[in-house]
């Protein structure tokens, strides 16, 4: 994925309201909302709905198709895919897989639940 294409989606995410949408695409899966159904789920105006929905369509995260009288928009997955895959490139020491949520691994910034050492730093270093 080019630098500039990057770009222009986190830009395009880096805004409440494509964000919401965008994230709303992405549970939805391929088959995508109908706009109207996406204004009444976030209570977005339709113009407002309709200039995000072209700044997600612009920046590749998002497609639209026409069904009957309705248009259909979708997460474009191919895209989002690349984006992740960019951000993870050089991640963790050049491990991607590092980056990858794990049940039951903690978070980096949270102590493993069996280590005392790192519970009594937390706690100030009381016994």
């Known amino acids: 994925m080019k630098k500039s294409a990057v ?13 919401d949408i965008f994230r709303l695409l992405v549970q939805r899966g391929p088959e995508g909302l109908a706009a109207g159904e996406i204004g009444e789920r976030l209570r977005l105006p339709s113009a407002t709905l309709s200039f995000h929905l072209a700044q997600l369509k612009h920046a590749g995260l998002a497609t639209a198709r026409r069904e009957s009288r309705s248009i259909i928009y979708s997460a474009d ?27 039951g691994r903690p978070a980096p910034h949270q102590p493993a639940r069996g280590d005392r050492a790192s519970r009594q730093r937390t706690a100030g270093g009381a016994n």
Do not use: H, I, K, W
């Not at 770009?7 to 964000?19: F, H, K, S, W, Y």
């Open 7 to 19: 770009v222009a989606a986190l830009g395009a995410l880096a805004q409440e309201t494509r964000l």
């Open 77 to 103: 997955f191919a895209t989002t895919s690349a984006l992740v895959s960019y951000l993870t490139e050089n991640c963790c020491r050049g491990r991607p897989d590092l980056c990858l949520p794990s049940v």
